[in-house]
């Protein structure tokens, strides 16, 4: 097997709560089912489905963090800074209330369950922002694609545990839309972004995909599949700006791919600044 370095760990991303902010990170531990307590909560709607700012844009003015790091047996306290900038804790009695009173509509906090094949929700009329149902999705239209989709048993992930992003490819988008644009890595929410020095011409994950990564002194990436981006991809969040075109300039250049994601093949820590290997 041959075996290249491709860079360098550059940030580390948690989402402790589906769909709102997260955390940055210097490190963290990567279990058998990804980053520990990553999107280990999610906001339940009335319906039973999980929200998701695919549909909810303003999940994006929440953010949560651990208090302390998460363990195996058992996750610290999670801390939800609310827009207004006041703070409670996911356990509280009084969480689900208060998110619902924000929200406009009853939602319930919840732990993921183990044994749930849960659902998230999407809005088919704008899932895909002003690109369309049937440019991403050409087996679907507006009108045939489902308003829901699952969620792989026993998480709140969209469809794999863990999510992978290079630098070159950030800089190669924002070529192809123009200098003033914020390719930012928070618009893609990954967990690994992973710095591939100067190159900036193509969609470096696109080299990854018959191989594996090795991270740090332990961690091994598999599985790796382009990532269909959505309309999250665009919405404001903190200092950035709503910008549509994120997502039209990736589904006119990359069929709406950007960075992979990915399963663990080994876990361990993963530390900012660790090497990363590609073996093919």
């Not at 989402?15 to 990553?38: R, T």
């Amino acid at each position: 097997m041959r075996e290249r370095q491709i860079g360098v760990v550059r940030e580390l991303f948690r989402y402790p709560v589906k769909s709102m902010l997260g955390e940055q990170l210097d490190e963290f531990e990567v279990a058998v089912n990804g980053v520990l307590g990553d999107r280990a909560w999610g906001l339940r709607e009335a319906n039973g489905r999980i929200a998701s700012a695919k549909k909810w844009a303003n999940l994006f003015d929440f953010r949560a963090a651990y208090e302390s790091s998460p363990q195996p047996s058992t996750l610290a306290p999670v801390r939800i800074t609310l827009p207004d900038g006041g703070t409670l804790h996911a356990d509280d009695a009084d969480a689900s209330a208060r998110i619902s009173a924000i929200l406009s509509r009853p939602i319930k906090l919840e732990r993921a369950r183990p044994d749930e094949h849960a659902r998230g929700e999407i809005d088919p009329q704008t899932v895909f922002g002003d690109v369309g149902v049937e440019r991403v999705m050409p087996q679907f239209t507006a009108a045939t694609l489902p308003d829901s989709f699952g969620l792989p048993r026993g998480s709140f992930f969209d469809s794999a545990t863990i999510h992978l992003i290079a630098t070159g490819t950030l800089a190669h988008l924002r070529s192809l839309i123009g200098d003033d644009a914020r390719t930012d890595p928070r618009r893609f929410r990954p967990n690994i972004v992973i710095d591939t020095g100067s190159e900036a011409d193509r969609f470096i994950e696109d080299d990854w995909l018959e191989g594996e990564l090795r991270i740090g002194g332990a961690v091994r990436i598999v599985k790796m599949q382009p990532a269909l981006r959505c309309v999250m991809t665009t919405h404001r969040q903190t200092d950035l700006a709503r910008d549509p075109r994120i997502l039209r300039a990736a589904a006119q250049h990359h069929s709406a791919r950007v960075g992979v994601f990915a399963a663990i093949g080994a876990p361990g820590p993963i530390r900012v600044g660790d090497p990363v290997v590609l073996a093919t």
